[in-house]
Every structure is written in C-alpha cells, then in structure tokens.
C-alpha cells in the first residue's frame, strides 16, 4: 500500500493558514486589552477625584492623572500590537513580500503580551511559539520565496 505524501507546498500553505489565525485572534484579545486599559485610564482617575475620602488617604502629593498616563501607556502598547499582529497575519496569510518578517514578528509580540495580560494571554502565547516554530521551517521558508515571488499561487494549481 502505497500512501500519498502531502506536498510540502500544501503543508506549508496550510500552517501558515493556522498561524495566521492565531495572530488575528491575538490581535483581537490585544484590541480587547486595549479598549479595558483606556478603559481604565478615563474611569479610575475621575472616580478617585469624586472620592473626597481619597485625598485625605494618599496624601497631598499624589495625582490622579498619573494612573491615566500608566494605563493609557499599556493601552497604546496593545494597540500596537495588534497593529503587529494584524499586519503579520495578513501577510502570511496571503504570502506576500515581507511575510516572513512580519510573521516572526507577529509571533514574538504574541509572545511578549504576557506582560499585560492574564489568563487570556495563554492563547497568543501559544500562538506566538507556533508561529516561530513553523516559520523556522526550511519548507515554510521557501514557500514564502516562492509566493513573494509569484511563481506559485495559494490554491495547488
């Protein structure tokens, strides 16, 4: 019995396929992040101003504002991750120029959103190793040469 073998432009095509879905659902948990931290940034310090028991806790030297500037900072870095990893996956997903770039980056933002983020972050996590690892791929690797190149397209024909 003779079994058939997946070529390796199929297998390719079909991992990049995956982690390209897992960059856009990063993306979107990035956005989520980003939308709590802004979030965060407007509602807390004028909750604290309201507060006429907070002054007297804190101390008279400390600002309100300064948990806006901390949490509107975290908020502008998921933005920009989601940015990375949009982008990354776009373009492993499509093939085109700049995609193995774009996808390693993706994969190591995915990777370092565990620094602000919880348990939601186990998903891009492990989405952000899997995508470093298939791009290490040499067959992976020479189908993005091959598709930037424009000598094979995406559907096998």
Not at 36 to 52: Q, S
Not at 145 to 154: F, I, K, N, P
């Amino acid at each position: 019995v003779q079994y058939e073998t997946v070529p390796p432009h199929d297998k390719a095509a079909r991992q990049l396929r995956l982690a390209a879905i897992f960059t856009f659902i990063a993306a979107g948990l990035h956005l989520l992040a980003m939308l709590g931290l802004f979030g965060l940034a407007v509602f807390i310090p004028m909750i604290l101003e309201r507060d006429p028991e907070f002054a007297a806790r804190s101390g008279p030297g400390f600002p309100p504002w300064v948990l806006s500037i901390i949490y509107g900072g975290e908020g502008f870095l998921g933005l920009c991750a989601a940015i990375v990893c949009f982008i990354g996956g776009k373009k492993m997903l499509r093939g085109s120029r700049g995609a193995f770039g774009w996808g390693l980056a993706s994969g190591i933002v995915c990777c370092l959103s565990l620094f602000w983020c919880s348990l939601g972050c186990v998903l891009p996590l492990s989405g952000g190793i899997y995508t470093i690892v298939i791009l290490c791929f040499e067959h992976v690797r020479a189908y993005l040469r091959d598709s930037a190149a424009g000598s094979t397209t995406t559907n096998g024909n």
